[in-house]
């Protein structure tokens, strides 16, 4: 088992991120990944786990997501459904006491990796309500009156697609890194990953359409690398001659995704 992180079989990571996460590992500190949309900011997460041999636990957050969500919910309704209709136990509290995935994560016996995933699309105040248990690694559980203690430090991987600024205090208390967007000898390795043997002809020749596609003005949403893995699936299953993306870009709505854009497209093409 590896003990540092060197990428893995189904994920190519540049030596900067492969850096990045290791000295976030040494420094007990969460790593914050940011990164447009479809630049493996998730798959990552899932990468480390697979490396390092260890347990992924995922909290995905939403915009209604709250931190306490990630310790533990209280059932009181059930309690009270319970107490109404005479069941037993109902006087133990810890039966209605559900851990969140932050509180898995400190109650596992052996080190996973936490990912949360999307913290920016939470309210601005989620993240520094995240600061006391992400610094002590701990939180109080006041209906039982005990204190939940991580085990084992987990790896925290936190994703951003900075759709809103985090809060400088969380920021501080984080390793920070930006993947940028694949160049086109990264790209090829990681379509290789997904596909392993493809026409050489049909890589260059998407790879080609598909950088120009996101460089050409007027394009709203650029597309990302899962919608390119998308596309080349979608131009392998429909049997498209590579020849023919030189002069079209067949199933263009695979590519984008606004109205606008594919009329941006249909100009020029």
């Known amino acids: 088992m590896d003990t540092k992180f060197s990428g893995s079989a ?25 990164g447009e949309p479809g630049t493996g900011k998730t798959m990552l997460a899932q990468a480390v786990a697979d490396a390092l041999g260890k347990k992924l636990i995922i909290w995905n957050v939403k915009s209604t997501t709250k931190a306490q969500d990630g310790l533990y919910v209280y059932d009181v309704v059930q309690r009270l459904y319970d107490s109404q209709f005479g069941n037993a136990g109902v006087d133990d509290v810890k039966k209605y006491i559900k851990l969140g995935k932050l509180g898995e994560a400190f109650s596992a016996d052996e080190q996973v990796v936490l990912l949360i995933d999307e913290i920016d699309k939470a309210d601005l105040e989620f993240p520094n309500d995240l600061l006391w248990e992400l610094d002590r690694m701990e939180f109080y559980i006041p209906e039982t009156k005990e204190t939940v203690q991580a085990r084992q430090r987990p790896i925290v991987i936190i994703t951003s697609n900075a759709e809103k600024e985090l809060p400088d205090a969380f920021l501080r208390r984080c390793v920070f890194h930006y993947i940028e967007f694949p160049e086109q000898a990264q790209m090829e390795a990681i379509l290789r990953v997904h596909f392993g043997d493809l026409e050489e002809k049909l890589v260059k020749q998407s790879l080609a359409a598909f950088y120009w596609l996101r460089e050409l003005r007027g394009i709203e949403k650029k597309p990302s690398t899962s919608e390119l893995v998308d596309w080349i699936r979608a131009l392998v299953a429909g049997g498209v001659d590579p020849a023919r993306i030189e002069d079209t870009i067949p ?19």
């Open 10 to 34: 189904n994920y190519v990571a540049s030596r900067d991120l492969m850096e990045t996460v290791n000295i976030a590992v040494a420094l007990q500190k969460p790593l914050l990944i940011k």
């Open 251 to 269: 199933y263009a709505g695979v590519l984008l995704k606004k109205d606008k854009d594919l009329r941006t497209l249909r100009k020029v093409k």
